[in-house]
């Protein structure tokens, strides 16, 4: 989960980047036929290719479904706020797919999960602060990709374990590139320059791994147990917004982030649980 947080957030930082460029969902595009020959040839590779009609059963659907329109909410909301804030905001999905592990999956919530969830929050409430200057109305879409995504892991946890994690993966890419197709058929095309798409096809190396890794990480480990290790993602933010677009965050948040890591290390250090199945990736 962390590495999958890792890809999705440095990602995050070139797409942004590349935004500034060129139109955003042409970025997607372009990413997304990078996306797709990476992993279509690791499904060739690693000999794990299914057939069309998998991609069709209601869970991977569902999934592949949620995973676009969460798409479209989240690089929206990119575009007009910091990286870092809308990482922060999107912190409040560990909470939220705990308690939809709990309640749709019957899984069970050891008292270390709940504490090293309430540990990560208090860290996010640190660096977020609601109610300040900084807080923005175009983080409620964030909120609005934290639903999406809670239904995205739901659907995620039912895909059949024979599909492996690789092949899920190769269907998002599909579906959100085949997006981006269409809404830069009415949004018009620009010409990218060379800089532009080198940072585009760096972002698609990172997103496909962010996929995989997330993935597995679903399909493997109660959703309870990986969620702490999602609060990573907001230090990894932190640190591409100093070192991409110069931004230094102020002592609060970085008194925030240490919190946020303390979280998952708790949760690290009290769990010892073996993964409840074998699946392929």
Do not use: C
Request: glycine share 8%.
């Amino acid at each position: 989960m962390t590495a999958g947080m890792f890809g999705y957030v440095v990602n995050d930082a070139f797409i942004k980047r590349a935004a500034e460029d060129l139109p955003l969902f042409q970025a997607v595009f372009i990413r997304g036929l990078v996306v797709i020959a990476l992993l279509a040839a690791l499904v060739r590779v690693r000999k794990v290719a299914v057939p069309v009609s998998a991609y069709l059963e209601r869970p991977v659907l569902l999934r592949m479904i949620m995973e676009a329109v969460g798409t479209v909410a989240y690089l929206i909301t990119l575009t007009q706020v910091p990286i870092a804030g809308l990482t922060a905001v999107m912190q409040l999905l560990p909470v939220a797919v705990t308690f939809a592990g709990a309640r749709m999956l019957r899984e069970k919530v050891s008292i270390h999960r709940v504490m090293a969830l309430l540990i990560g929050l208090v860290g996010v409430l640190f660096i977020i602060r609601p109610g300040g200057n900084d807080f923005s109305p175009w983080f409620l879409g964030g909120v609005l990709t934290v639903g999406l995504i809670v239904v995205r892991e739901l659907a995620t946890r039912n895909i059949s374990h024979d599909m492996a994690g690789t092949a899920v993966a190769l269907g998002t890419g599909v579906v959100i590139t085949a997006l981006g197709a269409v809404i830069t058929i009415f949004a018009g095309w620009d010409r990218p320059q060379a800089q532009t798409v080198a940072l585009v096809a760096a972002g698609a190396f990172f997103l496909s791994l962010g996929y995989v890794a997330s993935v597995n990480a679903v399909r493997i480990g109660d959703i309870s147990f990986t969620a702490p290790f999602r609060y990573s993602v907001l230090i990894f933010a932190i640190a591409l917004q100093i070192i991409v677009f110069g931004d230094v965050p102020d002592a609060l948040t970085f008194v925030g982030s240490a919190i946020v890591g303390a979280a998952g290390l708790y949760a690290m250090a009290h769990e010892t649980r073996p993964a409840r199945a074998t699946i392929r990736s």
